[in-house]
Nanobody, 126 residues
Framework: QVRLVESGGGLLQAGDSLRLSCAVS????????VGWFRQAPGKEREFVAA????????YYADSVKGRFAISRINTENTVYLQMNSLKAEDTAVYYC???????????????????WGQGTQVTVTS
């Protein structure tokens, strides 16, 4: 079965940097768009960033634009989320998700993705 495994979470201070990884197995990875979402306690899961499979176009939530960068290496079936200038409000469980040919208009929605990882905790103290 398809598996997405996130790693790289941790406890950091405001201003620190961190890179999350999402390893995907048993999926024709190169045909799927991949997104990162996050969910803070008591809040809904929200879009963070996404990258398409064909052209590697990237999309970002306004709250992380200029601070986070998403990238993918298809030969390694891995997607990365580089997070810089972290803030306390970035604290959340971060999830990666894979969706087949996601339309750009809905790339920020959870419903567009068929497969999800279990998440990795990122905690930023101020």
């Amino acid at each position: 079965q398809v598996r997405l495994v996130e790693s790289g979470g941790g406890l950091l201070q405001a201003g620190d940097s961190l890179r999350l990884s999402c390893a995907v197995s048993r999926l024709t990875f190169s045909r799927y768009d991949v997104g990162w979402f996050r969910q803070a306690p008591g809040k809904e899961r929200e879009f963070v960033a996404a990258i398409t499979w064909i052209t590697s176009n990237t999309y970002y939530a306004d709250s992380v634009k200029g601070r986070f960068a998403i990238s993918r290496i298809n030969t390694e079936n891995t997607v990365y989320l580089q997070m810089n200038s972290l803030k306390a409000e970035d604290t959340a469980v971060y999830y990666c998700a894979a969706g087949f040919r996601v339309q750009s208009a809905v790339i920020h929605t959870t419903q567009a993705y068929q497969y999800w990882g279990q998440g990795t905790q990122v905690t930023v103290t101020s």
